[in-house]
């Protein structure tokens, strides 16, 4: 399995740092910080199936440094 190379710039101010990546969920979310444990996003769109919801979370480990990404998608109606 080959792993993808992203290529990430850290911007730094007092509400937290922001990354300029190629992983598109950095783009919604915050870097670990200290206090902070979990931010989410969710997206709500017509398919023809039905309704699309859409929700990423990210939780971050209590040491700061590092986070994991969830993502659920739900289709309701039709």
Known sequence: ???????AEVKTSSKGNRVI???ANDLIFEQP???LLQQEFKSYEYVPAG???????RK????G???QDV???EIIGG
């Open 1 to 7: 399995m080959a792993f993808k190379t992203l290529s």
């Open 21 to 23: 990546s190629d992983y």
């Open 33 to 35: 910080r200290e206090n």
């Open 51 to 57: 309704l699309k919801i859409t929700t990423i979370v």
């Open 60 to 63: 971050y480990q209590k040491n």
């Open 65 to 67: 440094k590092d986070y």
């Open 71 to 73: 993502t659920k998608t």
